[in-house]
């Protein structure tokens, strides 16, 4: 069975880092992309980038690139998501997802990480 | 670039059809994936490629497209059916579009 099981939620101040993690299990992890998709409360879904576990290469989707870090360790089967400067309007739901092998949808998802930044 | 258009909600009775569309430009040449997201839930894979349904996912699931209008059907609706149903495509510069949601409610 494909799991991939997030890290809990975290309240934060802004200026402050953080790092998320999504560990997967149930197939070959490092074969395939892993999206990091947002969720703004009570709005919709949002890609903000792509990891590829293998050569830990990345695609940030513009609004992203410059505001967070994607990185991954794939002798445990994990992807990470990272802030070095969290902002208030970086709170919401945070969902790792497999991406298909046809790099067309996502199969499989976390079960999301809540992030709440405040002062 | 491209959005995908969404009616933000639609209720129907139990045991009714729901014909959730999601409008595109030319969306008939492009390939439509749908994710239903239950309330304080992840979202979860219900049709892609257009009509192919995940392992898992009834029958009474479907999908159709026309030249600017794909549609999920969900026939004989359950109350556990209630929840944000998104659509979304995968352009070719990586660019991944997700329609607003709309939110069905079993009445």
């Known amino acids: 069975e494909v799991q991939l099981v997030q890290s809990g939620s975290e309240v934060k101040k802004p200026g402050e880092s953080l790092r998320i993690s999504c560990q997967g299990s149930?197939?070959?992890?490092?074969?395939?992309?892993i999206a990091w998709v947002r969720q703004r409360p009570g709005k919709g879904l949002e890609l903000m980038g792509l990891?590829?576990?293998?050569?830990?290469?990345?695609l940030h989707r513009p609004p992203f690139q410059g505001q967070v870090t994607f990185a991954g360790d794939k002798s445990i089967n994990t992807a990470f998501l990272e802030w070095h400067n969290l902002q208030v309007t970086d709170s919401g739901i945070y969902f790792c997802?497999?991406?298909?092998?046809?790099?067309?949808?996502?199969?499989?998802w976390g079960q999301g990480t809540l992030v709440t930044v405040s002062s | 670039s491209y959005d995908l258009t969404q009616a933000p909600s639609m209720s129907v009775a139990p045991g009714q059809t729901a014909t959730i569309p999601c409008g595109g430009d030319?969306?008939?040449?492009?390939?439509v994936h749908w994710y239903q997201q239950r309330p304080g839930q992840a979202p979860v894979l219900v049709l892609y490629?257009?009509?192919e349904r995940p392992s898992g996912i009834p029958e009474r699931f479907s999908g159709s497209k026309s030249v600017n209008t794909a549609s999920l059907t969900i026939t004989s609706v359950e109350a556990g059916d209630e929840a944000d149903y998104y659509c979304?495509?995968?352009?070719?510069?990586?660019?991944?579009?997700f329609g607003g949601g709309t939110k069905l409610t079993v009445l």
């Open positions: 030319n969306i008939a040449t492009k390939s």
């Open positions: 997802a497999s991406v298909s092998g046809t790099m067309e949808y996502f199969d499989f």
């Open positions: 149930g197939y070959n992890f490092e074969s395939y992309w």
């Open positions: 979304q495509v995968w352009l070719p510069s990586d660019e991944v579009i």
């Open positions: 490629e257009d009509s």
């Open positions: 990891f590829y576990p293998d050569d830990s290469e990345t």
